[in-house]
């Protein structure tokens, strides 16, 4: 196996260690522990920040050892302007016509860290390979102008209005190399920045296998005789949990299924009346909970288009269980298409329909599972992950 480089970073606007913190950083997390457990000497560097809507101080700047990895510490600045960042980030989401100067100056009222590029200009020198991502922070598109020269994107790209700012092609276009999760996403950044694909690299993150316990779940919550779809994750417009909601209510009042509807994760939701009794919302929950709530589920329901991997549905079929997903986006239905491991939809009709055959056929139901899990098996071991991380590093 290819071995990583000796020194490594990696660069991301908050640590994963907790339950509010998303799959972008659990994923940068995730690599930089397997690159120090092969050996490399590895360094995180994050800011002070855990909530991602008011990025506020709240853990104290300096090192910490977290396993394998050294994780640094750095203040976020307190010069942001949030207001004159919102309404350029609304202008933006409107596709609006946007100057260069003003995506600088949203870039600049994002989170930022003058600590934390301080640093790297000082030490960054000592490092191989430089890590760092998502591609939305003022943080990343700052950091990645310090070396260039070894600094590889790992940027969990999805096709939103965000992605066609200027200063985005500029972020792409001035790093050494990319690191992606999957191949829709690698093709949009092509289309889109016109990158040398042959410094493109196709990691994606490693799952272990788990047990789970199908028939405790339903037990501890009262859900024996009920079929019930599950989503996991934050709760946000975003993640088109509204969407899910609304469909959702209709299907049940058009076809007098008693489906339910399970939810782990964090954030706010205002379901239809109608649908409100229908839905154990459970909050934030251990992953042996959350993973025994996917195996009894009928299917696993993710109505996001902006995803570059989605570890939950492959945590999902790994529990044995199917996928219903939004069309909409790029690497869901890529995901169910080569694994034969899931259903996807554009609209409600094709919602319902899809639906409706999990529900009425179990043996579809079962081999779309089996079908899902050994893709998973296949191409997201730990193993495999590990040899495309470090020829990418390499």
């Not at 788990?210 to 779940?217: E, I, K, S």
Request: hydrophobic share 40%; aromatic share 10%; proline share 7%.
């Amino acid at each position: 196996m290819t071995r990583p480089p000796p020194r490594v970073a990696f660069v991301s606007p908050r640590f994963a260690d907790g339950p509010t913190v998303g799959g972008a950083e659990t994923l940068l997390r995730r690599l930089a522990e397997r690159t120090a457990r092969a050996g490399s000497q590895v360094d995180f560097l994050t800011t002070c920040a855990t909530n991602h809507f008011t990025w506020a101080n709240e853990l104290p700047a300096g090192e910490r050892k977290v396993g394998d990895l050294t994780v640094r510490y750095f203040p976020v600045d307190d010069r942001r302007d949030v207001q004159t960042f919102h309404q350029i980030q609304n202008r933006i989401s409107q596709f609006a016509n946007v100057t260069k100067e003003d995506e600088l100056l949203w870039h600049r009222h994002n989170v930022n860290s003058s600590a934390l590029y301080e640093f790297l200009r000082t030490e960054g020198h000592r490092y191989d390979r430089i890590v760092m991502g998502p591609y939305l922070f003022g943080l990343i598109y700052f950091a990645a102008q310090i070396h260039p020269d070894r600094t590889v994107l790992l940027p969990c790209l999805h096709d939103e209005c965000f992605a066609y700012l200027k200063t985005i092609r500029e972020l792409f276009l001035g790093v050494s190399g990319w690191i992606f999760n999957a191949e829709p996403e690698r093709d949009l950044a092509a289309r889109l920045y016109g990158i040398d694909t042959t410094r493109a690299h196709i990691v994606g993150m490693g799952l272990d296998t788990f047990p789970t316990d199908p028939a405790g779940f339903r037990q501890r919550h009262k859900l024996e005789d009920t079929p019930f779809l599950i989503y996991s994750g934050r709760r946000e417009p975003m993640k088109g949990t509204p969407l899910l909601l609304d469909y959702l209510d209709v299907f049940r009042q058009r076809t007098a299924r008693p489906v339910s509807l399970v939810l782990t994760g964090t954030g706010p939701f205002d379901p239809p009346s109608s649908l409100a009794p229908h839905i154990r919302d459970l909050g934030f929950v251990d992953e042996s909970e959350k993973h025994s709530a996917m195996a009894a589920a009928t299917a696993f329901c993710h109505p996001s288009v902006n995803e570059s991997l989605s570890i939950v549905i492959l945590e999902s079929w790994l529990a044995g269980t199917p996928v219903l997903v939004h069309a909409g986006g790029n690497v869901m239905p890529d995901h169910c298409r080569r694994s034969n491991g899931g259903l996807w939809f554009r609209n409600y009709p094709e919602f319902e329909e899809a639906l409706m055959l999990l529900l009425t056929q179990p043996d579809l139901r079962t081999r779309l599972a089996q079908n899902g899990r050994q893709y998973v098996l296949d191409r997201y071991g730990w193993d495999q992950v590990d040899e495309r991380l470090f020829a990418a590093l390499a």
